[in-house]
């Protein structure tokens, strides 16, 4: 199993980027996503989840109303909508996905804060003043 994302790189503040995060090896029918990132320095923290079925996401309150994830699960694929980038959205971006049949995205942020199934690569974002 793996989860490769892309997307990344180095952007102006107020720019947009786009993460994708495609998974192989296994379909993730059932399965929560997530993106986490991690700043130099600091803790990996969660930054948005979606459930299996796209019904329902949910954000960190840092990023709310500025990223949108959704996921594409005939693709395998998840998204982070990045806009109205700042400097402090710099870090390394992790997709990550954990096995949630029911439930809504702020419980499977909650669950993935304290686990996940599968973890992919990190993809760098650099936001400049």
């Known amino acids: 199993v793996q989860l490769q994302a892309s997307g990344g790189g180095l952007v102006q503040a107020g720019g947009s980027l786009r993460l994708s995060c495609a998974a192989s090896?296994?379909?993730?029918?059932?399965?929560?996503m997530g993106w986490f990132r991690q700043a130099p320095g600091k803790e990996r923290e969660i930054v948005a989840t979606?459930?299996?079925?796209?019904?329902?996401?949910s954000y960190a309150d840092s990023v709310k109303g500025r990223f949108t994830i959704s996921r594409d699960n005939a693709k395998n694929t998840v998204y982070l909508q990045m806009n109205s980038l700042k400097p402090e959205d710099t870090a390394v971006y992790y997709c990550?996905?954990?096995?949630?049949?029911?439930?809504?995205?702020?419980?499977?942020?909650?669950?993935?804060?304290?686990?996940?199934?599968?973890w992919g690569q990190g993809t760098q974002v650099t936001v400049s003043s």
């Open positions: 990550a996905a954990r096995l949630l049949p029911g439930g809504t995205a702020a419980q499977a942020m909650g669950v993935m804060r304290r686990g996940v199934d599968y």
């Open positions: 090896g296994r379909t993730f029918t059932n399965y929560a």
């Open positions: 979606i459930v299996w079925r796209g019904s329902s996401t």
